[in-house]
């Protein structure tokens, strides 16, 4: 089979990449062994520094969590979106791509105004007499949670569904022609079909959310600090370029590592989108 | 609308990749005039209308130069990343105390020249080597009316059960711990060398209580909003807070810190020594009671205390009745201190 | 065919009003009365839309902005695709770490790259153009499009691209009448996600822009840091109602043909 053609095409976007990113990065990046000295002093306080330690465990833990939601959430969603009627396919659609258009920023200011003290959710709630005193919605990760989320859903939705949409229904369908039920065609044919999208998905959500910079810090009340703050904390204010560029290194680090195990584990095709 | 587009399409190639097409637009800029652009740079908002209008006009007229203005945020980490490429765009950048100790211990800053610089317009506690006060704001302490009866006391703000609800901190080291020691009782004139460790410890006494703000603006809504009943913010947006009709937002200067906010050039900037010229020119005490009365930002210069009309002088920091129940920040201390201080800071909060 | 459920349909529309909540606050808060961002109070006023319409800032800000997004987003859609296709064929292990270097760039905190872009434009004269925030917007795109391609690959069969091959097609026809029309719907979000991380980027666009560039980003973060200024509500609102008008238009285009 002639492939050869094919093995020109990423070579546009690897230029891109080289030339406008990985150049100024790598050149970023030595700062991580020589500010302010040269050697391997930052890395150390990967493992000496309590505090550095505290923000990547608060960050890996938000990102699971809102990885995970985002993922089981938005299966459900896409789930529907494929099996659901042309024109209820859109609407869904619809109310899954609106929310971009609102600026992270402003969307933050949203869940201030539903999530706060004596804010429309609180308000709501105490109106119902479903509780009696304000529970707190915000300034915690809970809040931080809640937006991140909500920012993650379509990302992880729309690569769903599209895979989704591009596997046979006739399989589904013989499956049931066998005899078997709603949930075991589910489970035995459509999901295990479906979880390259997962895979997919899973990866842009998580890497996406550890970047996470405005929500934490719009909803996190100074009490949730993820990795992306702490290092723009180190750049912009404390003139710490070795630790911030260090924990930038580690960061892909840990991603390569990350993505390695992944493929080894559910095979490299599928991560790669081949067959 | 379209003219502006023009010239937002021309941008594509500021001397840059096509900088052989786009240097025939630009070629007027590239002559210099006799006296060089000063290019001040501010945080944006309102800030850019009031220096506008406070400055620019007087500095054209007394030197033929042009002052311009930039908003883009001066931040330390973006004066770093200029200076050490030798791709200085700014002259005078609207810093701080915190700023000077990053900067000029790394050696970023040219050093301000007080033969230009006339140092006897200045409150000399705040004319230091690498910066000079360029107007003066406090952190001060406010409270939402229909919950504190009466002016409470600055021990007040760590005693909850007197006064319940939430308190507010900037997520800054700078002026809080300061605040937090004058709470638990250290004399205003006796808080440097400052406790840390004990001011901390006062903190963490209400910890489940605070919350923090990042902008000046967050700090209003807060405070606004119910969201807490008594906070520490800038003077500036407690005097905005309580001009806002049916506000309930109260606030006074006791206890407060007096800070400057400081011009600090950039090593290498462009403008050279022109910008000592634009310092020199804002000196002007009338020109400094026009920001207060647009920002509430207070007069560099003492002289300008006389100039300060009857109805401003409850809120110009540096007015001498204001001034005595203060602290005055030292710079000395957080030139030494700053960086570990503002990460203990924070790792308590995050804690 | 039968669909799925009703509790899980139902979990399905509840997801989807959480994603529309913001969008109910939103919409009274751009019609605030108020100076800053709030609920309407005593009234309901026009006020930030008008000035949104009448202010030259923000007129500019947002031709600037949707400049740069429309083609950073191009950019990114095309080399993003050629990439993702380019790799599936490929399917070895340079594929794999073609595609893992392809993250990289939302790997990276923004910050950290900003930094190594300003000491690069620097010396390259990009800095406060609208061709660096571009190229910026366009690399940093990428991994959208590529993730999001690959994963709409991943349900394409193979052997309909090789059965185009072995008919004659060579490698751009078979992609443009086999492959492309397949990947539209993943193109699509590709390019949506690319567009909308240009409009919606802030740090790049704060730390190498100066008096000249002022994307729509940049004018919000302005308002917000200052006074909470309740424009970007009146700039988010008219966003999602031309969206949602030219996303009901194409479903009633499509409903059209459909009855036809």
């Not at chain 2, 609800?165 to 709470?183: N, P, T, W, Y």
């Not at chain 2, 840390?196 to 209400?206: E, G, L, N, W």
């Not at chain 3, 193979?158 to 026809?173: M, N």
Request: net charge positive; hydrophobic share 50%.
């Amino acid at each position: 089979m002639n492939s050869g053609a094919y093995r020109w095409f990423p070579i546009p976007a690897l230029l891109l990449l080289v030339l406008a990113y990985l150049v100024p990065l790598s050149q970023v990046l030595m700062i991580s062994v020589t500010d302010p000295e040269l050697g391997l002093g930052n890395y150390a306080l990967l493992v000496t520094s309590p505090s550095i330690a505290r923000v990547l465990a608060t960050t890996a833990r938000i990102c699971v969590i809102t990885a995970t939601a985002a993922l089981v959430l938005g299966y459900v969603v896409a789930y529907c979106m494929t099996q659901a009627r042309p024109a209820v396919r859109r609407l869904m659609l619809v109310g899954v791509l609106l929310p971009l258009w609102v600026s992270v920023l402003a969307r933050s200011f949203a869940w201030v105004t539903l999530l706060r003290r004596e804010g429309v959710v609180n308000s709501v709630l105490m109106g119902a007499g479903l509780i009696q005193s304000p529970l707190p919605l915000m300034w915690n990760e809970f809040g931080v949670s809640v937006g991140m989320i909500h920012t993650m859903l379509p990302y992880a939705i729309l690569p769903m569904a599209s895979h989704m949409r591009g596997l046979d229904p006739a399989l589904m369908a013989a499956a049931r022609g066998m005899g078997a039920s709603r949930a075991q065609a589910f489970r035995r044919v459509f999901l295990p079909l479906s979880l390259p999208g997962v895979i997919g998905a899973g990866v842009l959500v998580l890497i996406f959310s550890l970047g996470f910079y405005v929500t934490p810090v719009l909803l996190g009340g100074g009490r949730v600090r993820m990795v992306a703050e702490y290092i723009s904390l180190q750049i912009q204010e404390l003139l710490q370029w070795g630790t911030g560029t260090m924990l930038a290194t580690a960061l892909i680090a840990a991603i390569g590592l990350l993505l390695f195990l992944l493929s080894r584990a559910v095979g490299l095709r599928a991560l790669s989108g081949a067959r | 609308m379209t003219q502006e587009f023009g010239d937002d399409l021309r941008l594509l190639g500021r001397r840059g990749l096509l900088g052989g097409v786009a240097a025939a637009s630009f070629a007027p800029s590239l002559v210099r005039a006799a006296v060089p652009e000063v290019v001040m740079c501010n945080w944006g908002g309102d800030a850019m209308k009031a220096f506008n209008d406070a400055f620019v006009g007087p500095y054209a007229t007394s030197t033929g130069g042009k002052l311009v203005l930039d908003g883009s945020g001066p931040t330390n980490g973006k004066i770093r990343a200029m200076v050490e490429a030798k791709n200085v765009s700014w002259d005078l950048c609207d810093s701080g105390v915190t700023g000077l100790a990053e900067l000029a211990t790394r050696n970023l800053l040219a050093p301000i020249d007080y033969t230009v610089v006339d140092k006897s317009k200045v409150e000399p506690a705040f004319a230091y080597e690498y910066g000079v006060c360029n107007y003066m704001f406090s952190s001060v302490m406010a409270w939402d009316t229909t919950r504190v009866k009466g002016t409470p006391t600055m021990a007040d703000f760590f005693d909850l059960k007197k006064i319940p609800g939430k308190r507010m901190i900037r997520k800054d080291s700078q002026a809080m711990i300061e605040m937090a020691l004058v709470a638990d009782g250290v004399p205003i004139d006796k808080l440097y060398p400052m406790d840390v460790d004990r001011a901390i410890a006062k903190f963490q006494t209400i910890k489940d209580s605070i919350l923090t703000w990042d902008t000046g603006a967050q700090s209003q809504s807060l405070l606004r909003d119910g969201e807490v009943s008594m906070g520490w913010l800038w003077h500036t947006r407690a005097t905005l807070l309580k001009r806002e009709p049916n506000s309930k937002i109260d606030w006074n200067f006791t206890g407060g810190v007096l800070q400057p906010g400081l011009w600090v050039v950039p090593k290498g900037n462009p403008a050279g020594k022109q910008a000592m010229m634009a310092i020199a020119s804002m000196q002007d005490p009338a020109n400094q009671v026009k920001l207060l009365s647009a920002l509430g930002n207070g007069p560099a210069n003492p002289k300008a205390a006389p100039l300060v009309p009857e109805d401003l002088r409850s809120i110009d920091p540096g007015y001498p009745s204001n001034a005595a129940v203060q602290s005055l920040i030292n710079a000395d201390w957080y030139h030494d201190n700053h960086g570990k201080t503002f990460k203990r800071f924070l790792d308590f909060l995050s804690a | 065919m039968e669909g799925p459920g009703r509790g899980i349909r139902g979990t399905a529309w509840t997801v989807i009003l959480f994603l529309l909540l913001p969008l109910a606050v939103v919409l009274p808060v751009s019609l605030t009365d108020q100076p800053y961002l709030s609920l309407p109070l005593h009234t309901l006023s026009l006020q930030y839309y008008a000035n949104l319409l009448h202010s030259a800032d923000w007129q500019s800000s947002i031709l600037q902005s949707l400049l740069v997004a429309c083609v950073s987003a191009g950019i990114a859609v095309i080399l993003g695709t050629l990439c993702a296709i380019g790799c599936w064929r490929m399917g070895d292990h340079w594929a794999k770490a073609i595609q893992a270097l392809m993250l990289i760039p939302i790997v990276v905190p923004t910050i950290v790259y900003a930094l190594g872009l300003y000491r690069f434009y620097a010396q390259l004269g990009l800095l406060d153009t609208l061709l660096g925030i571009i190229l910026a917007h366009a690399v940093t795109a990428i991994p959208y499009v590529v993730v999001i391609v690959s994963t709409g690959l991943s349900g394409v069969d193979a052997r309909l691209e090789q059965a185009a091959r072995s008919l004659g097609a060579g490698p751009i026809v078979a992609m443009r009448r086999v492959l492309l029309p397949l990947l539209r719907p993943a193109m699509l979000s590709g390019g949506l996600f690319a567009f909308v991380h240009s409009w919606d980027e802030l740090v790049i666009v704060l730390f190498i822009a100066g008096r000249r560039v002022f994307t729509l980003p940049r004018r919000m973060w302005d308002g917000i840091n200052d006074k909470l200024d309740p424009t970007l509500a009146a700039v988010a609102v008219l966003l999602v109602i031309l969206s949602a008008a030219l996303l009901f238009l194409d479903l009633w285009l499509r409903a059209r043909r459909e009855q036809t």
